[in-house]
């Protein structure tokens, strides 16, 4: 508010505002606003106040106040007497009339400088710009003004008389003449507003009433002056919210309120805090502000997508990301996976699977491409859990088991041939050689390299030594295909009861419905969903 009536110039309201005591302002605002005002007694007084006599004098002195520069004087000699002479013990020492001397040397140093000038404020307060308005029919009645529709004073309570002129003949007077005047000049009467001619004459207007037989109340006319607020349009986000079924396209225009009945519909999602970041991207990417003159708000631009055909009523908003863009973050997570960065491969293929949901395509080819996407995903973030947490458990049953599972995720062929080569091994330290013999024999069928063929093929002949035995009996067959749950991290064989994730498809067992899903961390386990929908071709 002070720096409202510092720019407006109001020195009135923001002095009153300074010197109000219920105000409660930082005594350097007070200062501030004071030297803007041109204060000095305020200045001055505040100085003081904050035992400042030196600066106090020097302004006292600048703006030749004779008297209270002297009263700052003798306080500012009292002030530095009474600093120099106590020690810490209180022993009162030194010469009080040297003290005085070394003040005036002090002051002396200092020279007298001209008052500041007051900045004047270019903003000025009566001189905003305002919309020109006619009064209304209303506004002039009230103010006693006569509005341009007015009758004239020929129209008397009770009384209404019409005339007419020049070729039209005299009204009052029906007789026996049927003629018209030769008059060619028509001059319209006192009561006509615009100028137009009154009928008169032979049109048989008399009703052989006098004007004493009925009153005759005429109504006010409203003026047209008055100036009507016209209806707003539809804005571009409510035009993208009724042209799209997509989720992504009401995130675009804001409305969080209906994209999130949509996703939950289509996908199943519980869990919308992962997204929270891809909601705030994806409206952000289809807006734009331009910041305006200081004290209003930006102002905001809708951004729509290129070659829209139809018109304003097709109109949709600009896509957050798209296929290509994915492909590329895939190819970096396989590169994070084969660097053995699992923790950071895991985020990444997790941000691919959230963000599959957002993208929009035209063809069904790419809608199938996105769901290979998802799927890809969904299988290596599954493996490289099963391998975290394989490090981290103490149980060697659980160890084994785990480096099993992660062998059967459907991998590139180069990291496959990885999680074999680590289960092989983690067999044979735990001295499980049929197991070894096995992984050992599945990694040769992949091709790998020399090396890791040559330890294959060392491992087989150990088993072979050691008579394929097992110390530890594990809960795996790899003759018998199965899936792991998500949860128990166990096997699920064909023909046992399953039911998988609403959003990514992960297997769970029974047990777990209406959990949230580990894997995709936004899926509901068990939940019904019609599917993800990526493209109108879909709706159709």
């Known amino acids: 508010l002070l720096f409202l009536y510092l720019l407006t110039g109001n020195k009135e309201r923001l002095e009153k505002y300074i010197k109000d005591p219920t105000k ?5 605002v007070r200062f501030q606003y004071a030297l803007l005002l041109g204060d000095t007694e305020t200045r001055i007084k505040l100085l003081e106040e904050a035992g400042q006599y030196a600066l106090a004098y020097k302004v006292a002195e600048s703006y030749n ?6 009263s700052l004087l003798n306080g500012l000699k009292q002030s530095l007497v009474s600093n120099k002479e ?35 404020p270019k903003c000025i307060s009566d001189n905003w710009p305002l919309l020109p308005m006619a009064e209304s029919f209303f506004v002039r009645a009230l103010s006693g003004k006569k509005s341009h529709l007015d009758m004239d004073d020929d129209l008397e309570e009770g009384n209404v008389a019409i005339k007419a002129g020049g070729g039209w003949g005299d009204l009052d007077d029906l007789g026996e003449d049927d ?20 009928p008169g004459g032979d049109w048989g207007l008399d009703l052989g009433l006098d004007d004493g037989d009925i009153d005759v109340d005429v109504p006010e006319v409203a003026t047209g002056g008055a100036f009507i607020m016209p209806n707003s349009g539809r804005s571009p986000a409510r035009i993208w919210t009724e042209n799209s079924q997509l989720a992504v396209d009401h995130i675009a225009a804001g409305s969080f309120e209906s994209a999130i009945p949509l996703l939950q519909r289509q996908c199943g999602i519980q869990n919308f805090e992962p997204l929270k970041h891809f909601f705030l991207s994806i409206h952000t990417a289809a807006t734009a502000s331009i910041p305006a003159i200081i004290g209003l708000p930006p102002h905001t631009f809708y951004l729509n997508r290129p070659n829209t055909e139809g018109g304003r009523r097709n109109q949709l908003p600009a896509l957050f990301t798209s296929l290509p863009p994915l492909a590329e973050k895939l190819k970096a997570a396989y590169d994070t996976t084969t660097a053995a960065k699992f923790q950071e491969a895991i985020e990444q293929f997790r941000y691919i699977m959230h963000a599959v949901m957002f993208v929009v395509v035209d063809e069904r080819s790419a809608v199938s491409e996105l769901k290979e996407l998802l799927s890809i995903s969904r299988e290596y973030t599954a493996g490289l859990r099963f391998e975290l947490t394989r490090r981290q458990v103490t149980s060697v049953q659980q160890q084994l088991e785990l480096a099993a599972y992660f062998t059967h995720c459907n991998l590139q062929p180069t990291h496959l041939a990885l999680s074999v080569a680590s289960a092989m091994t983690t067999c044979f330290k735990a001295k499980n050689y049929r197991s070894a013999a096995n992984f050992a024999k599945r990694l040769i069928e992949l091709n790998p390299n020399a090396k890791a063929a040559m330890q294959a093929r060392k491992v087989i002949q150990l088993a072979e030594q050691n008579q394929y035995s097992e110390e530890t009996k594990l809960d795996y067959d790899e003759r018998n295909p199965f899936v792991v749950c998500g949860l128990s991290l166990k096997p699920i064989y064909r023909g046992s009861e399953q039911i998988r994730c609403s959003y990514c498809y992960h297997p769970y067992l029974p047990k777990y419905k209406g959990e949230t899903c580990p894997i995709c961390l936004i899926g509901t386990v068990g939940a019904e969903a019609s599917g993800m929908v990526n493209s109108y071709q879909q709706l159709k």
């Not at 106040?65 to 002297?70: G, M, P």
């Not at 018209?180 to 100028?195: C, L, M, S, T, W």
Request: glycine content about 10%; proline content about 6%.
């Open 24 to 28: 409660r302002i930082d005594v350097n």
């Open 65 to 70: 106040l004779s008297e209270k520069a002297d």
């Open 86 to 120: 106590k020690t810490e013990e209180g022993e009162q020492v030194g010469d009080s009339d040297a003290i005085w001397q070394e003040v005036e040397d002090e002051l002396a140093v200092s020279p007298v400088s001209d008052p500041l000038p007051l900045p004047e």
């Open 179 to 198: 003629g018209i005047k030769e008059d060619d000049e028509v001059k319209g009467g006192d009561n006509n507003a615009g100028g137009e001619a009154q």
